[in-house]
């Protein structure tokens, strides 16, 4: 169960009603039971149930069961597309290990705004599922020209584009450190955006093979073939 709270020795925990409505009233749950806590920051850790209602309950931290389990520093900046196929974007990010979750408004984006606040659960709930005790942030939308404009150098950027069939970027071959993936819209990259991404010294142009993918499966296929090559 994913919690705000700190998790520690002898740590006790308050639910909110929420948290209490699913550990007592879906769970079946109740005072004397255990169940294993995570807060993305302290690692997975075993608690017993010391009181129980239905506007909320606490727990006590017995201890630590998996330490906090970082993944390596990859981010996944994408052009968000219809809501579901967005939400599936982000439950497999964090699924897959992407430390960060950029939203970001290209030139061909349809979206004006997203709901921050429900991708970052979706976020959590991956987490969760995954057995996973890190949470990767999600960001709100922001302009991909503003985030180029304060790019750090050092974080590589693999650059996925149907254009570059034929020339192959040897991820295999890449260096380990900062990564991100560049995922565009349902309208790719415009020629303005594709010639800044391409001029950026440590942005590497990588094909997902011959087939055009829609955004969602691009997303899934970039963060398979990077973490077959880079990740852990
Ligand atoms: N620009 C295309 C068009 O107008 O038909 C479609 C863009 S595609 C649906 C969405 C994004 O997925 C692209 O911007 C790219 O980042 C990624 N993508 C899709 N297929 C790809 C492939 N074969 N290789 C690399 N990236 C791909």
Redesign the pocket.
């Known amino acids: 169960l994913y919690v705000e709270h700190p998790l520690g020795e002898e740590q006790p925990v308050e639910l909110t009603k929420p948290q209490a409505h699913y550990l007592f009233g879906v769970m079946r749950q109740a005072v004397g039971g255990e169940v294993a806590l995570f807060n993305g920051r302290d690692g997975e850790w075993r608690a017993q149930i010391t009181s129980a209602g239905k506007r909320g309950g606490e727990l006590l931290c017995l201890e630590q069961t998996a330490p906090l389990m970082v993944p390596p520093d990859l981010w996944l900046c994408f052009?968000p597309i219809k809501k579901a196929r967005t939400d599936f974007i982000v439950e497999k990010a964090a699924e897959m290990g992407a430390r960060r979750i950029i939203p970001m408004q290209t030139e061909f984006t349809n979206a004006e705004r997203i709901r921050q606040d429900r991708l970052q659960a979706h976020a959590v709930e991956a987490a969760e599922q995954c057995g996973g005790t890190f949470v990767p942030e999600v960001d709100d939308l922001q302009r991909m020209s503003a985030l180029l404009d304060g790019w750090d150098a050092t974080r590589r950027i693999m650059?996925?584009?149907?254009?570059?069939?034929g020339e192959a970027f040897d991820l295999g071959a890449a260096e380990r450190g900062p990564w991100a993936i560049?995922?565009?819209?349902?309208?790719?990259?415009s020629e303005p955006e594709r010639a800044r991404l391409h001029g950026l010294t440590h942005a590497h142009p990588?094909?997902?093979?011959?087939?055009?993918?829609?955004?969602d499966?691009?997303?899934v296929?970039?963060l398979t073939l990077w973490q077959k090559a880079l990740g852990d």
Do not use: Q
Not at 159 to 165: G, N, R, S
Not at 182 to 189: A, N, R, S, V, Y
């Open positions: 052009a650059f996925c584009d149907e254009a570059k069939v560049f995922i565009g819209p349902e309208g790719g990259f990588v094909a997902l093979g011959p087939r055009i993918l829609r955004a499966t691009a997303a296929a970039a």
